[in-house]
Each structure stands twice: as structure tokens, then as C-alpha cells.
């Protein structure tokens, strides 16, 4: 019996079911070869040795070498000899033909997967190498995109440099084997082999595994979408993730920030491709500049600058652009251009801070602007006086000058002649001491005319206004104020005519004898609608315009700290005295409604004494069916004007305004209108 061979004798054999039926049998068969291997030798070569005899020369083992070497292809993401990419599984294999042990097999897995990370990446970087492409890919990545890219590239350098290193050492390794043949596989601590090889690739393997989750998050991104999305991975627990992508990020993010600081400095929107998160229309006029011509990307602000700041820039770059090309101040330029440092990522409170600065500068610079070179204010104090009949005494002397020549049909009318009416009212009245400039602007307009329309029906004051104090009063805002202008003309003429009714009752009363009950009848009447005037007319022009006057002045001169604030202010502004004055809102809407059949009444009220004065000084005064017919039309119209007031005040009560309350109480002084329910009301039987 032969005695075990040296170096394997207290080796003991594995689990059957653990190999190949080949594998379980080595070991037996090593035994019956004892007498042909020189046992002199390491127990590695006797191994290797007594398979080469078992499997025979076709399943040799592949030499770690010949794997080194096509390892290092691999890494470049080329096909070795023994070890190519398959497309179909999207993963390296081993060539069938080559006998790799499975300890071997998991060792070259583990770095094949550079070799795939690396396709990864060189393949998003392809479309920027190649030549032919190169203008189309610029286009659809952007700046940010290029410069995202170059990082890439930037880190791959280091890569292949690995690369080179290693392939130096295993060409350095090659070179000594085939000097030195008895040292073949003896390894030193310098050897580099498999699992050195994967432990040196270790830091670069991670970096690969970034840059490729990189690539695959950022593809089709552009501009600051791409930004925010490689931010978003910058909230991360490992610190070497925060780390490296942080420091990739200050090489990407220069194109957007360089764009950022443009905006912000200059006004200008140096945007190639789309891709800052402000937007500019060039088709839009400089007239609508502020409401138009830039918008916000919303798709494109970074994931660390929030809603609030991004509005910021946004009006700061928008501002410049309003001050430099509709104010024509083209020397203004804040004063943080000359003594900031470039915006860079990282810095992020740095950056608010700047960009609060110049927010603040820029905007107090063109409200100053607005408010001293165009007169905003001086344009809102007139535009209260004259359309909004603030100007007391100036109403009173147009309205006298054209009470008579508006009764006419409106088809008679000339806009000459009303304009010369218009400026003897001016000087007639405290209007005459105004700003030119402002009294310049004041015009008359007649609306569209149609069939049976009277002068009342058609004429409005108008108020012109240029660049660039109209981008303060849109044409949806001059609209608002010749709704309420109208209004207002509507029930300054139902107090103009109930005046000129009570004059001539009280002039008459006492000289035609005739119709002395029913001049005072109807002087009772009269008191009543003119009772009901002045209360509506005293809510409006206090409780409504001047209370929201105040408001508006406050919010401008003390709370609004950029053009977008003083526009929401007026808007506010208008919309408190349309709604205050139901002139919007469906609720308000069936209080104007009533408000005009009250006045159409009235002036059916005035209509009915003409022909009742028209009576009492004709010479058929005698004509008592005449009389009556007058009589029964006078008692009907007035029993119709309480009617009336009677629905208003219900629907005046289901408000809860405190205003709305107080003229309910104004208009039913003393339960007037209540009580006459009251006395009209049969008596109730008793059971």
C-alpha cells in the first residue's frame, strides 16, 4: 500500500453533493497517480498537475495572467480573448471552451462590473464624442448638459489611469515570468492578482456605480431639472456619496449659475437652449414687458431654491429689464454687481443673501421711479376726483353744463362740443388748480350708440395713460373704472333731476293753484327719493371709496415692496369698490339690479310731474279726467319706488357687512318703509 502523497494527506475531501460527479473524484484518482508526480513539490502544483492528467490538456485552467489580461480590456469595455459582452443578457461571460473554477468565475464577476459601469457611462458620453452628432446632442443637453459631461469625462481620467497602472504592473509581471521560469506561480506582495485587482478597483467601482445612476437619473435632462435632480442625491446618508456628487456639482452647475448671475446683475437672459427657469417671448411688445414678455419655468427652478426666491429673481432680472427699456433709465445698476463673488453651488445661503439685496434695491429703485418720474399716485388721486366723481364740485358744474344738452338723443351729440363743456367745468371749479399733465389726460368718450339711446345713455369721462404707468392700469383695470363711473354718473343724474324737480315744486307750489295738493304730495315723495340718493350716495363716496382709498395708499406707500405688489393693491383696490358697490358677484348683481329699476322709476317720477306741471299752466286745466289719469300715474309710480325699496332693503338685510347694516338702517330711518307694510296689512280676524 503506497503512503499518502505529501501536502495532501490531512486535506479531507468535500461533501459529495457539494461538486460534479468529476470534482467528487479528483481526490481518488489522485491517489492512484501518487507514484507519477514528484511530491516534492508544492501541494498547489501537485494539484494543478494530477487535473491536468485527469481532464487532459482541453480543460486546462485557464492561467490567472491570461484572465489579468483580458481583464484589463474589459475594464476599457473592449471583448478580451476568453471574456466578451453579451448583448443579449446585457452581462460579461466566460468563453464555454476556457475551464474557469466557480471561486475564479465570482472573482472576474466582481470586476467585470466596472467593465459594464464603464459602457454605462461611455455610452451617454458617445453622442458628445462623435463628430457627426455633436451640434444636435449640444442642443438637446444644453450648457448644463456639456458641463455635466466634461465631469464625467473628468473622472474617467482618473480611471484610465487606474488602467494604465495596471496594465503596466501585469505587463512588469509578464515580463519577469518569461525571464524567470522556475518563479512562475509563486506570488509576491507585490503580485497583482485577482482579488488585488478587485481590491485596488474597489474606490472606482464605487465612483462608476455614481456616475452611472448619475447617467441614468439625468438622461433627457437639461438646464435646472438636471441640477435639481443630481442635488436630490445629495441627501444622502454616506458621506462619501454627498461628498463626491457635491464636488461634481460645483463643475455642472457653473453654465446655470453664470446665467443666474447674468439675470440678476444685468437683466439679461443669456439662455441658448432653454434651460434657466425664466423664459422670454421676443415676439412680445416693451409695452407689455412686465404682464407678458417673461414667464416662469417651472419645470426648470433647482430642487434647493425655493418658490419665494425663485420669485425673486424672477422680478429682480424683470425689473432691470422694466427699468432699462419702459422707464428708459439705462445707467441704473445694482450695487452688489461690482462687490460680489461669482454665485457658485454649495453656498446656498450666500447666494439668498445676495439675491435679497439686489431684490430689494432694484424694486425700492423702480417704485421710486414710478412713483416720482410718472406720478403714480398724482394718476390715482385723479383718477378718484374725476371717474370716480371724488371732485365734488367739478361733478356739480359738468353736470349742470350738460344736464340739458344729455336729455337729447344721443345720435346729437358731438364730442367737440362736449370736450368744450369739459374744460369750462375744469376752470369753473377747484379742478382748475391740478397738475396740467394730469387735467391733459382727462377726456370725454362716447360709447357705442344704438337706437333710442340719450346723452346720458352714451357719455363717460375717459383718462389716458402711457407707458409705463399703464402697466400698472391694465386695460382690464380701466375697464373696472368706467363700470363704476357710469354707476356713479347714473345715480349723480337721478339726484341732479330730483333736485331740478324739487326747485320747480317749490317754486310753483304757491302760484298754481290748481295742483297745490298734488305739488305737495309729490314734494313728499320727492323727500323720499332724495332721501334715499344722498344715503346711497354717501355709502358710496365714504364708506366705500374713500375707506378703500385708504387702504389702497397705505398698501402702496408701506407694504408694497415691488411693481407685482402695487398691481395686486390696485387690483384689490378695484375689486373692494366693485363688490362694496354690487357691481360684481352674483349676490351684488340683484342688488344693482334693483338699484337701476329704482332709478328708471325716479325718472319716471319726473317725467309724470312734467306733464302734471304741463297741466296745471295749460289752458285745459279745466280737463278733470286729465287730472285724475296724472293723479292715478303719480300714485302708482310712488307706491312702485316703495316697492321697490322694500325688496332692496330685504335683500340689503341678509348681508352681515357692518356697512351694508348701516345703510339699511340709514335707507329705513325710523322703520319707515317697515311701518307702511304694517299699516297696509289687512287686519287679522279673531278665531
Given amino acids: 500500500m503506497h503512503s499518502p502523497a505529501v501536502g495532501l494527506s490531512h486535506m479531507d475531501s468535500p461533501p459529495a453533493l457539494d461538486r460534479p460527479y468529476e470534482e467528487r473524484n479528483t481526490r481518488r484518482r489522485l491517489a492512484a497517480l501518487t ?180 447617467v441614468d437619473a439625468c438622461r433627457g435632462q437639461k438646464g435646472g431639472a438636471l441640477v435639481s435632480t443630481m442635488h436630490n442625491y445629495t441627501i444622502h446618508g454616506d458621506p462619501f456619496v454627498r461628498k463626491y456628487i457635491k464636488s461634481m456639482l460645483q463643475d455642472v452647475s457653473k453654465p446655470f449659475y453664470e446665467m443666474l448671475q447674468r439675470w440678476i446683475y444685468e437683466g439679461e437672459l443669456d439662455d441658448p437652449y432653454e434651460e434657466f427657469f425664466v423664459a422670454c417671448d421676443p415676439t412680445v411688445s416693451e409695452e407689455a414687458l412686465w404682464q407678458r414678455k417673461y414667464s416662469l419655468r417651472q419645470n426648470m427652478v433647482p430642487s434647493f431654491i425655493s418658490t419665494e426666491l425663485s420669485q425673486k429673481i424672477f422680478l429682480i432680472g424683470k425689473s432691470l429689464n422694466f427699468i432699462r427699456y419702459s422707464c428708459q433709465e439705462d445707467a441704473f445698476m445694482p450695487s452688489a454687481t461690482q462687490a460680489v463673488e461669482p454665485l457658485s453651488y454649495g453656498d446656498i445661503p450666500e447666494v439668498e443673501r445676495s439675491i435679497d439685496v439686489t431684490y430689494r434695491e432694484t424694486s425700492q429703485r423702480l417704485l421710486g421711479l414710478l412713483k416720482t418720474k410718472y406720478k403714480l399716485m398724482d394718476h390715482l388721486r385723479a383718477l378718484k376726483r374725476y371717474l370716480l366723481l371724488g371732485q365734488g364740485d367739478f361733478i356739480q358744474q359738468l353736470m349742470v353744463a350738460l344736464g340739458s344738452g344729455l336729455n337729447r ?114 314734494q313728499i315723495s320727492l323727500s323720499h327719493m332724495i332721501h334715499f340718493c344722498y344715503q346711497l350716495q354717501h355709502y358710496y363716496l365714504f364708506e366705500v371709496l374713500e375707506c378703500s382709498w385708504e387702504k389702497l395708499a397705505c398698501d402702496i406707500e408701506k407694504k408694497s415692496i415691488d411693481l407685482d405688489a402695487v398691481i395686486e393693491a390696485h387690483d384689490r383696490y378695484l375689486l373692494e369698490i366693485s363688490e362694496k358697490g354690487f357691481l360684481s358677484g352674483a349676490k351684488n348683481q340683484a342688488l344693482s339690479v334693483r338699484l337701476v329699476e329704482i332709478f328708471d322709476t325716479i325718472l319716471g317720477y319726473k317725467s309724470v310731474l312734467d306733464r302734471l306741471y304741463a297741466y296745471g299752466t295749460s289752458e285745459s286745466a279745466g280737463d278733470a ?53 304694517v299699516k297696509e296689512e289687512p287686519p287679522q280676524k279673531s278665531q
Wanted: proline letters at 3%.
Fill in 625 to 677: 279726467d286729465k287730472l285724475e289719469k296724472i293723479r292715478d300715474k303719480r300714485t302708482d309710480i310712488e307706491k312702485k319706488f316703495e316697492v321697490q325699496v322694500l325688496e332692496f332693503l330685504d335683500v340689503l338685510r341678509s348681508y352681515d357687512g357692518e356697512d351694508l347694516r348701516s345703510l339699511s338702517t340709514r335707507l329705513n330711518y325710523n322703520e319707515h318703509y317697515s311701518a307702511r307694510i
Fill in 35 to 214: 507514484n507519477a508526480i514528484d511530491t516534492s513539490a508544492s501541494p498547489a502544483t501537485q494539484l494543478t498537475k494530477a487535473r491536468e492528467r485527469v481532464h487532459g490538456k482541453d480543460e486546462k485552467e485557464l492561467s490567472e495572467s491570461k484572465i489579468l489580461r483580458d481583464l484589463i480590456f474589459v475594464l476599457q469595455g473592449i471583448d478580451g480573448q476568453y471574456i466578451r459582452f453579451d448583448k443579449t443578457t446585457n452581462e460579461y461571460t466566460i468563453d464555454p471552451s476556457a475551464y474557469v473554477p466557480q471561486p475564479t468565475r465570482d472573482l472576474i464577476r466582481r470586476v467585470t462590473e466596472l467593465g459594464w459601469l464603464y459602457k454605462q457611462v461611455q455610452g451617454f458620453l458617445r453622442p458628445a464624442l462623435s463628430a457627426g452628432t455633436q451640434q444636435e446632442w449640444q442642443q438637446e443637453a444644453g450648457l448644463v448638459g456639456q458641463a455635466f459631461c466634461f465631469a464625467l469625462q473628468r473622472e474617467l481620467v482618473d480611471y484610465y489611469k487606474l488602467i494604465a497602472v495596471l496594465e503596466a504592473q501585469i505587463d512588469k509581471q509578464d515580463s519577469a515570468a518569461s525571464d524567470d521560469a522556475a518563479s512562475v506561480g509563486v506570488p509576491t506582495e507585490h503580485t497583482l492578482t485577482l482579488r488585488r485587482l478587485l481590491l485596488w478597483t474597489r474606490e472606482s467601482a464605487q465612483r462608476l456605480r455614481l456616475m452611472s445612476v448619475l
Fill in 409 to 522: 338723443p344721443a345720435n346729437t351729440l358731438f364730442r367737440h362740443n362736449l370736450t368744450g363743456i369739459l374744460e369750462s367745468a375744469i376752470r369753473a371749479s377747484n379742478a382748475q388748480y391740478d397738475d396740467p399733465e394730469i387735467l391733459s389726460r382727462l377726456d370725454v368718450r362716447l360709447l357705442e350708440i344704438s337706437p333710442q339711446d340719450l346723452g346720458w345713455d352714451v357719455f363717460t369721462l375717459d383718462y389716458h395713460l402711457d407707458p409705463p404707468i399703464n402697466t400698472v392700469f391694465t386695460p382690464q383695470a380701466m375697464h373696472q373704472y368706467l363700470r363704476m363711473f357710469n354707476f356713479l354718473w347714473q345715480l349723480k343724474r337721478v339726484e341732479y333731476t330730483l333736485t331740478a324737480c324739487w326747485r320747480r315744486c317749490c317754486l310753483h307750489n304757491s302760484t298754481i293753484k290748481k295742483i297745490k295738493q298734488d305739488l305737495h304730495i309729490a
